[in-house]
């Protein structure tokens, strides 16, 4: 087993920012990645992936009109383990509502997109990976555009997301592309186990990014820790920096 690289307070928006290679990587245009005639299909491991991930990218889909299938593959009750105030009874409820609201937020309307729970329990998609990629085939067409975080992301629900999704697509002839939410956290400008020669930048406009920024904010209980428990919130603002920046990276 890897040992857990999502510790520390991880490398510096500062670093990010200066970063020659991050600077120079080539732009691509939504209507490109997902032509006239496909359904975008983002698969987030948890609730907030989506948003976290490609909240820029899901505005740009609106606002063109694709079609939007949304599979969320857990339902996030690992992220508060022994806290009375977010016990996984109230998070079981709690994060899909929150991601209800952030879509809303970001004007992407969860009741006109369509929205699969898998239900897979937090933290242990590994052991259910060949099940994740089945429930993925029997739901994926041939003309989809597959959203889905970077197997190598850096944690275990991340990365088995990222092989299912691949796997589940090669099978039924879509396309599919990833997306690094938690790299941004344990790599290092120039990292070599990072892909960049498949990275490409989406633009987003100030307007968009203060979209994401407000959805963001829905996540009350990943913004939220519990001293009595020990617990940090998930999202400290340092986390939430480095994923609010004026563009997302996808990995081709």
Same mark, same amino acid.
């Given at each position: 087993?890897?040992?857990?690289?999502?510790?520390?307070?991880?490398?510096?928006?500062?670093?990010?920012?200066?970063?020659?290679?991050?600077a120079r990587?080539p732009?691509?245009?939504?209507?490109?990645?997902v032509p006239?005639?496909?359904?975008?299909?983002?698969?987030?491991?948890?609730?907030?992936?989506?948003?976290?991930?490609c909240g820029?990218?899901?505005?740009?889909?609106?606002?063109?009109?694709?079609?939007?299938?949304?599979?969320?593959?857990?339902?996030?009750?690992a992220?508060?383990?022994?806290?009375?105030?977010?016990?996984?009874?109230?998070?079981r409820s709690?994060?899909?509502?929150?991601?209800?609201?952030?879509?809303?937020? /970001? =004007?992407?309307?969860?009741?006109?997109?369509?929205?699969?729970?898998? %239900? +897979? *329990?937090?933290?242990?998609? &590994?052991a259910?990976q060949?099940?994740?990629?089945?429930?993925?085939?029997?739901?994926l067409?041939?003309?989809d555009?597959?959203?889905?975080?970077?197997?190598?992301?850096?944690h275990?629900?991340?990365?088995a997301?990222?092989?299912?999704?691949?796997?589940?697509?090669?099978?039924?002839?879509?396309?599919v592309?990833?997306?690094?939410i938690?790299?941004?956290?344990?790599?290092s400008?120039?990292?070599p186990?990072?892909?960049?020669q498949?990275?490409?930048?989406?633009?987003?406009?100030?307007?968009m990014l203060?979209?994401?920024?407000?959805?963001v /904010? =829905?996540?009350?209980s990943?913004?939220?820790g519990?001293?009595?428990? %020990? +617990? *940090?919130?998930?999202?400290? &603002?340092?986390?939430?920096?480095?994923?609010?920046?004026?563009?997302?990276?996808?990995?081709?």
């Amino acid at each position: 087993m890897k040992a857990n690289p999502i510790v520390g307070n991880g490398t510096s928006l500062q670093a990010w920012q200066a970063c020659p290679l991050l600077a120079r990587l080539p732009h691509i245009a939504v209507d490109h990645l997902v032509p006239t005639g496909a359904r975008a299909v983002i698969v987030a491991p948890h609730p907030d992936d989506e948003v976290l991930g490609c909240g820029g990218l899901l505005q740009h889909l609106v606002a063109l009109g694709r079609p939007l299938l949304l599979i969320s593959v857990t339902d996030g009750t690992a992220s508060h383990p022994g806290s009375r105030r977010w016990p996984v009874s109230r998070l079981r409820s709690e994060r899909p509502r929150e991601s209800a609201e952030a879509l809303r937020r /970001l =004007a992407a309307d969860p009741t006109r997109m369509e929205w699969l729970r898998v %239900g +897979l *329990a937090d933290s242990q998609v &590994p052991a259910a990976q060949a099940q994740l990629q089945a429930f993925l085939q029997a739901h994926l067409q041939p003309t989809d555009v597959v959203f889905a975080t970077w197997s190598e992301d850096g944690h275990c629900d991340h990365d088995a997301v990222g092989h299912a999704s691949r796997a589940a697509a090669e099978a039924v002839g879509a396309c599919v592309h990833e997306l690094p939410i938690w790299t941004w956290h344990w790599a290092s400008p120039q990292d070599p186990r990072v892909p960049w020669q498949r990275a490409r930048k989406i633009t987003l406009s100030p307007a968009m990014l203060a979209r994401k920024r407000d959805a963001v /904010l =829905a996540f009350t209980s990943q913004l939220e820790g519990d001293a009595k428990a %020990g +617990l *940090a919130p998930v999202l400290p &603002p340092d986390v939430m920096e480095r994923l609010l920046q004026p563009f997302e990276v996808v990995f081709l």
